[in-house]
């Protein structure tokens, strides 16, 4: 028996160095992109993370999917496994910033080291620049530390492809391998809700194949059972979902869908999504490249593995130009073209190393492409994207890809060992965000009016989770019912609000990057005042909160509706405000 199993282990034992010697080179490289990224960029939990932290806690509380505990089942954040994920880690009392931070992290990783199997499988040695350039992407360190489910449903996407690329490249459909790639697709659709948008478009190649064989051959060509695995373990898990999710929450979409209907003030969701894609192709160029090399290697030699990645791409691309894109903050995380990213990267190491064995004319033109776009050279040199100022984005240099950044390298030689790692570590540091304005100001009011004093904003982020009060989202993403207002209707709004009845209205003015933009003091939201307006002309014994972060331009005070506490613990110019107000408050 020995002597049978050697001469295996002597071909088997160099293959798995050889791969453990990668691997780690890889993870190593990524490594240093991410500590670089946070130590120059300050990368961290996004606030839109502590929406999902807040229901985590409240589901692992045992009061079910709600952003109050006494309030009405919301869909505040549509990532169901990550809430559920993060409310086993609250119920093990363990920190839920570091564990999603931990689960993006571990995403990332494993997606990288995916992404390398598949490629290193399928094209050759070649292939592992896809991976070496997933490693130094300027989008994965900030999708790797947002806290968001942008990592995890990365990871998941490219596990569903991974698994039907082998159960369908093979000359006969291997149906358990089927039946997994629909689960994970399941489960994916349960981490995001555009997941079915991938089964939509590999249920349709399927559905094109399955008539095209039957008008040649017949009903024998037909196999419809490998097709019912493929369908069945998508609905055996989706279908009792959806159902269950609709029963509880009662809408069949999002409740961030809704929001972003009553946001697109001056814009339709296809012109904002057209813009958001422009962003994210000259964010990353290599997108429309492997979009061009792929269908070129597909067009001469057609596959299904081709076809499957094209397919996945494409559909993430529709998606982004469907949904409206990402909100207009989230616009730099580019949380929309990361699940697309390692297909992408997939689909032009496998059809550009098709080109060059195939049509030697292309060699060169397809391989200095696709080289040159994977060593991390800047396609797209000193590009400006200009948006609207609807979109809070001022014009800057967009960078495709940053290995280590330059900052990085020249302070590392003359800085101490223990302030590198603190700089570059501090995004998993929870002394940071106990630090963070928003938390000072959240467990200030908390402490000074008790946990069961309600309030209204429309932060529904950290300020929320920190004070831990009774909360109404004026913004509509944590108060379904704002959300589907849809119309220019103050007086509903205000209705809102009074049936809340909030003892404390806050407002956030931030500095003139974010909500001095007009997408606040614009349309809908500049003559309503999120309905305050109206509520502070009817309901004049409210406290009116103004919370001024890093305000220190001169910028029109005109808007402002609300008085100022003489004891809030950041910096109000008081008398501004009371000589901007519209009509004089009894706490003046």
């Known amino acids: 028996m020995s002597l049978r199993w050697q001469p295996s282990n002597r071909r088997l034992w160099p293959r798995a160095l050889a791969a453990a010697v990668v691997g780690a080179a890889l993870l190593a490289l990524l490594a240093a992109s991410l500590l670089a990224a946070i130590h120059c960029s300050g990368l961290g939990a996004a606030d839109d993370a502590f929406i999902t932290f807040r229901m985590a806690q409240n589901l692992a509380d045992g009061h079910g999917l709600r952003f109050n505990p006494d309030g009405a089942p919301v869909e505040a954040a549509s990532n169901f496994l990550l809430t559920v994920a993060l409310a086993g880690a609250h119920r093990l009392h363990l920190s839920m910033i570091q564990s999603s931070l931990a689960i993006s992290l571990v995403s990332t990783a494993l997606t990288l080291l995916l992404l390398a199997w598949c490629a290193w499988r399928h094209v050759g040695p070649f292939g592992l620049l896809a991976s070496a350039a997933w490693a130094t992407m300027s989008l994965v360190p900030s999708n790797a530390t947002n806290g968001l489910e942008s990592s995890l449903f990365t990871l998941l996407l490219l596990v569903g492809v991974a698994i039907y690329v082998e159960a369908d490249d093979a000359a006969r459909p291997r149906r358990r391998l089927l039946l997994l790639s629909s689960l994970v697709f399941a ?14 478009a590999l249920g349709g190649i399927r559905l094109v194949d399955l008539i095209r064989r039957w008008h040649h051959q017949g009903r024998r060509g037909l196999d419809l059972r490998s097709e019912a695995w493929w369908a069945g373990g998508f609905i055996l898990l989706y279908l009792p979902y959806t159902l269950w999710r609709v029963s509880y929450f009662g809408m069949l979409l999002p409740n961030t869908f809704h929001v972003k209907q009553m946001q697109f003030i001056e814009y339709s969701k296809l012109e904002a999504g057209a813009l958001y894609l422009k962003a994210m192709v000259l964010q990353e160029p290599l997108l429309p490249l492997a979009l061009l090399v792929g269908a070129a290697a ?19 691309c529709l998606f982004m130009v469907l949904s409206g894109g990402d909100w207009p903050h989230m616009f730099g995380h580019g949380r929309f073209l990361l699940p697309a990213v390692p297909p992408m990267l997939w689909l032009l190491v496998d059809s550009g190393g098709r080109l060059l064995r195939l049509r030697r004319r292309l060699a060169v033109l397809v391989g200095t492409l696709v080289v040159v776009g994977l060593a991390q050279v800047n396609l797209v040199g000193m590009a400006e994207m200009k948006l609207p100022a609807h979109y809070h984005w001022q014009p800057r240099t967009l960078p495709t890809r940053q290995a280590l950044p330059l900052a990085f390298l020249q302070e590392l030689p003359s800085m101490p060992f223990e302030q590198w790692w603190d700089n570059s570590t501090q995004t998993f540091n929870l002394r940071r965000y106990h630090n963070n304005f928003d938390a000072v100001v959240g467990l200030w009011l908390r402490a000074r009016y008790g946990p069961t004093i309600p309030i209204a904003s429309i932060q529904a982020g950290q300020f929320a989770f920190w004070s ?30 009074r049936r809340f009845d909030p003892s404390l209205i806050a407002f956030y003015k931030w500095d003139s990057g974010v909500h001095h933009r007009p997408l606040v003091l614009e349309g809908f939201l500049q003559e309503t005042g999120y309905g305050l307006r109206y509520v502070f002309l009817r309901k004049p014994s409210r406290a009116f909160v103004v919370f ?19 004891d809030l613990p950041c910096r109000v110019n008081r008398d501004r405000l009371i000589a901007a107000l519209d009509v004089n408050h009894p706490r003046l």
Request: overall charge negative; hydrophobic content about 50%; aromatic content about 8%.
């Open 548 to 566: 001024e972060k890093g305000y220190t331009g001169e910028e029109d005070v005109q808007e402002v509706l609300f008085s100022a506490l003489t």
């Open 298 to 316: 597909h067009a001469i030699a057609p596959t299904r593995r081709l076809r499957t990645l094209l397919a996945v791409v494409i559909a993430q």
């Open 187 to 200: 489960l994916l659709s349960m981490t995001r809700p555009e997941g079915p948008i991938f089964v939509l």
């Open 468 to 497: 831990g009060m009774p909360f109404f989202d004026m913004f509509g993403l944590a108060s379904p019912e704002v959300a589907q207002i849809g119309s220019y209707d103050p007086a509903r709004l205000a209705e809102l609000i």
